[in-house]
């Protein structure tokens, strides 16, 4: 491997950095801070980086086709309009589960917004078990549910050809597939293509390459690894200076470039010293292989 560099390019100190989406119209990386109910959104080119406080945890952030954003806040899918700062209500879901919230979403080939949910967290990783499911939100705001008794829905994406939909729930340690049916949202046939190894601690969020290869960040683990789901093969691990790795994304030029998110929560003030970077966000280069961009919510 060439020339990889890792630099932090925001030193924000996130306490949960997560949701890294290039928007290419603006030259800009989307990310959120889940606990700090922030959205941000970090020009590349001036360097700075604006805010929008929302009223709740906000755990993923979406282009939407239509302008402006889609999030998922508490459990609800939200429009987020970013120049007067508010949001409108779209649709609530886990209505029935009063300490539950959404957590990683990611927008379908066609423009569905997919989002997981799980109880809140104590501490990271540590929550009240089987809580989550997971659901979509259609262009016309109607939404699917596919399944439940999630620990911490986490990490997911589309194949190339659109026929497999990757997911993770964090605490099976692995990275599963379904068959995917484009045209329904229908996902089938649960399987896993990775289980991770002990030291690669806990799979968090995920992105896949344009040679279908995926990109799973590990909590705690202080890596992104790259990994191949037809072969169920680990190819590569690139370790971070920080050990809390939330997700990851293409972007930059072409989607040569990786973003990195991270978080400190659950950091002892003592890792904090050791790991003063912890909670920022991250751009790796010269990993030779680019991303595609993200899909906008079509609704
Ligand atoms: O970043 C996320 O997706 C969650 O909201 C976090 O809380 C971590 O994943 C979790 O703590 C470790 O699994
Ligand atoms: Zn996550």
């Known amino acids: 491997m060439s020339s990889i560099k890792i630099e932090c390019v925001l030193p924000e100190n996130c306490r949960c950095g997560e949701s890294p989406v290039w928007e290419a119209a603006t030259n800009s990386l989307l990310f959120v801070d889940i606990p700090a109910r922030k959205v941000g959104r970090w020009d590349s080119l001036s360097k700075r980086v ?26 609800k899918f939200c429009a987020l309009n970013w120049d007067n700062h508010s949001t409108a209500i779209l649709a609530t879901v886990d209505t029935d589960k009063k300490n539950n919230r959404f957590n990683d979403g990611k927008v379908d080939p066609a423009g569905r917004y997919f989002a997981g949910t799980m109880a809140e967290e104590t501490a990271p990783a540590v929550l009240e078990r089987h809580q989550g499911a997971l659901y979509s939100l259609f262009p016309n705001h109607h939404v699917e549910k596919y399944f439940d008794q999630v620990d911490i829905s986490n990490g997911l994406d589309w194949s190339l050809d659109h026929k497999i939909f990757y997911y993770i729930d ?97 950091l002892t003030s003592e890792c904090v010293m050791k790991q003063p970077e912890a909670g920022g966000i991250f751009k790796i280069t010269g990993l030779g292989v680019k991303g595609i961009p993200p899909y906008p919510y079509a609704g």
């Not at 604006?50 to 806040?73: C, E, H, L, M």
Request: proline share 3%; aromatic share 8%; glycine share 10%.
């Open 50 to 75: 604006q805010y929008v406080t929302v009223d709740a945890p906000v755990s993923s952030v979406a282009i939407r086709k239509s302008g402006g954003y889609v999030a998922t806040i508490g459990t």
């Open 170 to 266: 964090s605490l099976s340690y692995s990275v599963d597939a379904f068959d995917y049916d484009l045209q329904t949202g229908k996902i089938a046939n649960r399987r896993s293509v990775y289980k991770l190894e002990k030291e690669e601690q806990i799979p968090d969020g995920m992105c896949i390459d344009v040679e279908g290869k995926l990109w799973v960040a590990c909590y705690n683990g202080g890596r992104v690894i790259r990994l191949d789901p037809e072969t169920g093969k680990r190819l590569q691990t690139v370790k971070l200076p920080v050990e809390n790795t939330t997700s990851c994304c293409f972007g930059g030029k072409d989607y040569s470039e990786m973003f990195v998110t991270t978080a400190q929560d659950g």
